[in-house]
């Protein structure tokens, strides 16, 4: 990952030291009402219904101990996500003040960057401790493609496609959280959350030219972020390995058929092209079409893709 990618996705940034002098101005700015919120290590914050462990043999057969153990992955993964998503969000914010083209959306972004730092800082309060980066194919993409400095490709991407499957993704966190600190916490994120995804499609419905090498990168992004809702839920599918040790192919089809993969993929692939209609241009949405990309893949296909 080079300097550059650090700094706007924000994965790779060091964090201070708790006595730090920075600490103390930072908690003062963020103003926190809910300071005292203590969270217990091994909290869960969805339980297996949720995940759709319920329909899974393996899972239902394991042992207490590796059933809490994958359930406790697979809620680590999801808070984890939401952490990285914000904390790319305050970058991509940042970086679009900088790209703004009159006061108003100077002012806009600004504000916006405002919002992702504090739900930066809100989510935080819930893991045990700020997770260290690992490699992982989506949010790896998200950093390579903060990176551009197309602003249709960034407007596309984050704020009308990213940030309208969040504002859907969140509200599902919290109507079914276990937790009612966190599920408030998740309805209060998509106050903003709206505000920043209405704005991406207002700004894209002024645009009436796209170069074609923008309609070729966001294609091309698209396509890449398409796939991986093809796939299905993989990073379940490895929480379930972590706690079971590795399966076979034809294991991995099991599940992957038990969890449903090609509903659960083409719920969410119908949602995002519903968010692209009218917003991103029609020709885009076409190939896309043509060649499949609003599919989900079958079990079979899945489960032998990794
Ligand atoms: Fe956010
Ligand atoms: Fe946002």
């Known amino acids: ?24 101005i930072l908690t003062s ?24 462990l319920n329909k ?48 108003e959306e100077r002012l806009l972004y600004g504000l916006f960057a405002a919002d992702e730092a504090s739900h930066l800082a809100t989510i935080t309060r819930f ?15 998200m950093a390579s493609l903060l990176n551009s400095s197309d602003k249709q490709l960034l407007i596309t991407l984050v704020q009308v496609v990213l940030e309208g499957w969040g504002m859907n993704h969140y509200r599902s966190l919290a109507n079914n959280s276990l937790h009612i600190s966190l599920s408030n916490v ?19 419905r002024s645009y009436d030219t ?3 090498e ?6 091309s992004a698209l396509t890449h972020f398409l796939y991986m809702v093809q796939i299905g839920p993989q990073r ?26 090609e509903t659960y993929s083409n719920t969410r692939l119908k949602l995002l092209r519903s968010l692209m209609i009218g917003t991103v241009p029609n020709s885009i949405i076409q190939s896309l079409e043509e060649q499949g990309f609003f599919k989900g893949y079958s079990a079979n296909q899945s489960g032998k893709n990794l």
């Open 214 to 219: 923008s309609l070729n990168s966001i294609f």
């Open 29 to 52: 700015a963020l103003k926190k009402t809910d300071r005292e919120l203590y969270i217990e290590p091994e909290t869960l914050f969805w339980n297996e219904t949720y995940f759709g």
């Open 56 to 103: 899974v043999k393996f899972f239902q057969e394991a042992t207490a101990q590796k059933q809490q153990k994958i359930l406790q992955i697979a809620n680590r993964d999801l808070l984890e996500e939401i952490y990285w998503l914000e904390q790319a969000g305050v970058g991509y914010m940042a970086k679009m003040v900088a790209l703004s083209e009159t006061c």
């Open 186 to 204: 998740l309805k209060k994120f998509l106050e903003s959350e709206s505000r920043h995804h209405a704005l991406g499609v207002t700004q894209l």
């Open 127 to 141: 893991l045990p401790h700020p997770p260290v980066f690992k490699e992982d194919a989506f949010l790896g993409y």
């Open 210 to 212: 796209y170069s074609q």
């Open 1 to 24: 990952m080079n300097s550059k990618l650090q700094s706007i996705s924000g994965f790779n940034l060091p964090h201070v030291e708790l006595d730090n002098p920075t600490q103390r």
């Open 236 to 261: 379940l599918l490895k929480a379930i390995e972590i706690g079971l040790g590795e399966l076979s192919i034809q294991n991995r089809v099991t599940i992957l058929e038990e969890l449903d993969t």
